[in-house]
């Protein structure tokens, strides 16, 4: 029990009284509030979740090395999870946020399927990989995005002219555990039929956009007049139809810290999932330094303090994330405030 000495707290004295009347109460499926109140109503948000760097130069010869012993048939999604130690109960790298880094060798393709969680896919390396959405089929190269939204069909393949391809994949899997509602489904075709997908009268609770370009959306965060002083210069991809985020309970941005650029430090609640799209810095999370280079990807769990730095004074540093900063919005939880 975790005692405060603070008017409108928990501070109960525990007494052989209390112990055998604690005893009946869990023969009952029963149970004292005051016992475990402090803990599960905790004064601001208390992640489990820590900060974390994955290296890619760690990460990615034990990614290259799974082709050779699982294939990607048997594996039906051959991924390495980055798994934050604080949340390995619910496979999340951040908070309610699970992300991986996926391979596949050209002619390879995982069969259709569709779940609840909502996904996206920010592409590493490699050149023909494809994601066919609802039967539309999407070439996708590096720093290219692709939305599998929540209910959607979809496949990945690359193509057999292609060459091997890695990217990180970023769920919402966590999520929709914690809220008991996840389901998966395996088309029944394996593979989807390409079929031209009707936009009109788009009523879907996602964007009608799936594949978000890197040239075009680097270029748009070059125009960007979105400057923060906690993010930089900032481009949210955004359902053009609403300007809303592209997922109901996942945002992504791209940040653009200009040479020798520091932000201020903030924080607020959602967690983050970032990586490096370009250039390199530093961030400091939680009051850890971590500096991180292309292709590294970090983890900001909720309400911790942070903020970033582009180290060089030449380059420009673009950092790649997602968030579930669209389901805080939604249920009126987001928060902020400057550190
Ligand atoms: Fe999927
Ligand atoms: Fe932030």
Same mark, same amino acid.
């Given at each position: 029990? =975790? ?96 992300? /991986?880094? *996926? ?21 590493? &390396? ?37 060459? *091997?391809?890695?990217? *990180? ?23 989807? =039929? ?18 978000? /370009? ?63 799209? =370009? ?16 292709? &590294? ?39 902020? *405030?400057?550190?």
């Amino acid at each position: 029990m =975790k005692r405060e000495n603070v008017i409108g707290r928990a501070n109960v004295e525990d007494s052989p009284e209390l112990e055998a009347y604690y005893a009946a109460l869990e023969r009952e499926a029963l149970g004292a509030l005051w016992t475990v109140a402090n803990e599960i109503e905790p004064w601001y948000p208390q992640p489990r979740s820590v900060p974390v760097l994955w290296k890619w130069s760690r990460i990615e010869p034990l990614v290259r090395r799974a082709p050779g012993l699982v294939s990607a048939e048997k594996a039906a999604r051959r991924v390495v999870m980055l798994v934050n130690p604080g949340r390995k109960e619910w496979s999340a790298a951040a908070g309610l946020l699970y992300t /991986g880094v *996926q391979i596949m060798n050209p002619g390879e393709s995982t069969s259709a399927h569709r779940h609840q969680a909502s996904a996206l896919r920010f592409i590493m &390396d490699g050149r023909g990989a494809y994601t066919v959405v609802d039967g539309e089929r999407m070439t996708l190269g590096p720093r290219d995005l692709v939305l599998t939204p929540n209910g959607t069909w979809h496949d990945h393949g690359i193509a057999a002219d292609g060459t *091997q391809c890695v990217w *990180q994949d970023g769920l919402d899997i966590p999520l929709m555990n914690a809220l008991d509602a996840n389901f998966f489904e395996v088309h029944p075709d394996v593979l989807q =039929k390409p079929s031209p997908l009707s936009r009109e009268h788009w009523s879907k609770p996602y964007s009608p956009v799936f594949r978000y /370009g890197w040239d075009e959306s680097y270029e748009a965060l070059r125009r960007s007049s979105e400057h923060s002083e906690y993010d930089g210069t900032v481009y949210e991809y955004r359902n053009p139809l609403t300007g809303g985020p592209i997922m109901p309970t996942l945002g992504a941005q791209l940040q653009r810290l200009a040479p020798g650029e520091r932000t201020r430090a903030h924080r607020h609640t959602g967690s983050v999932i970032y990586q490096v799209a =370009k250039g390199r810095g530093a961030s400091v999370i939680g009051g850890q330094r971590f500096e991180w280079e292309e292709k &590294d990807i970090f983890a900001l769990p909720s309400w911790a303090v942070h903020s970033h730095a582009n180290t060089s004074s030449t380059e420009d540093a673009v950092l790649f994330s997602f968030s579930d900063l669209p389901a805080m919005r939604a249920l009126a939880l987001y928060r902020e *405030q400057p550190a």
